[in-house]
């Protein structure tokens, strides 16, 4: 894996977590949500259609499985060499929750160390005048740019539930490594979206199943439409991304519930 590139024209975040559960580094300093080209058509796509989706599919103290458009998180792999970007797009946890990730090809790295936002600014279509602090260092928007990564890398993100207080538990896109063997992490693309959504539990036991106590997108460069989910065994949500099915299954908005992890 390369170092990150420097963001074209981005500007850094005025505010900087310093925490490092784990001692872990960071993989790259957070950017300023709208701050590049691709940052500014993420903003119009969050506004436009993610935060309604988000209203709509991911409502807060709600068992949120659903049998719409999911992708396993756990096996994401890039089918050709790739850059990577994660957009934060919002959390409602109780906790100040870290998210990181690893790869086949490098060490675990810090995303966003304390991924909290003001509650305000949650599903807001107005983010003009949205502004980091010490409390809250995130906004919608902001983005941290992994690298790049040579095809055959396997990506895992992981959350560390209140990292940013001294916690130490750890849930995973990959559920088998879940301290209470439940899973944690669920994916969808959206219709006609270039962006995989990404959403975590951050409670031992399930917590409430609503999957929202993070959420963020992830961006592969070039972004694609994300093809029917019907069609194929092998998704390629962005071209460059192949996420390989488990078990020989497809997820699809007509796929049978009880194939898959549920919360309860």
Known sequence: MA???AANAAEESSIQSDARPFGLDIASPVYASGSDE??????????????????????????????SLRIDPSLLTLATDSDVRIYF???????????GFTSTTGDRSLIFPEA????????????T???ANVNFPLVPGDF???????????????????GANGGTTTFS????????????????????????????EDLLGGGDGDFNDLLFAVAIQPLTT??????????????????????????SPHSDPEQYPRIN
């Not at 969050?46 to 049998?67: H, I």
């Not at 600014?121 to 983010?127: G, K, P, S």
């Not at 994300?226 to 299954?249: D, G, I, K, Q, W």
């Open 3 to 5: 170092g990150p590139r």
């Open 38 to 67: 691709n940052a500014t058509t993420f903003l119009e796509y969050y506004s436009e259609t993610l935060v309604p989706w988000v209203s709509t599919n991911l409502p807060e103290y709600t068992n949120n499985y659903t049998t």
């Open 89 to 99: 797009v919002g959390e409602g946890a109780g906790y100040d929750n870290t998210l």
């Open 116 to 127: 909290s936002v003001n509650p305000s600014y949650n599903n807001a279509t107005d983010l």
């Open 129 to 131: 005048k949205a502004a």
């Open 144 to 162: 941290v740019d992994l690298g790049s990564f040579e095809a055959g890398a396997q990506l895992d993100f992981f959350l560390i539930a209140n």
């Open 173 to 200: 896109t990959d559920a088998t490594t879940s301290p209470d063997g439940l899973t944690h992490a669920i994916s969808w693309v959206p219709a006609d979206s270039p962006y995989l959504l990404i959403g975590f």
């Open 226 to 251: 994300a093809p029917e989910p019907s069609t194929m065994l092998l998704l390629t949500s962005f071209l460059l991304v192949v996420l390989y099915l488990r078990h020989s299954s497809r997820f």
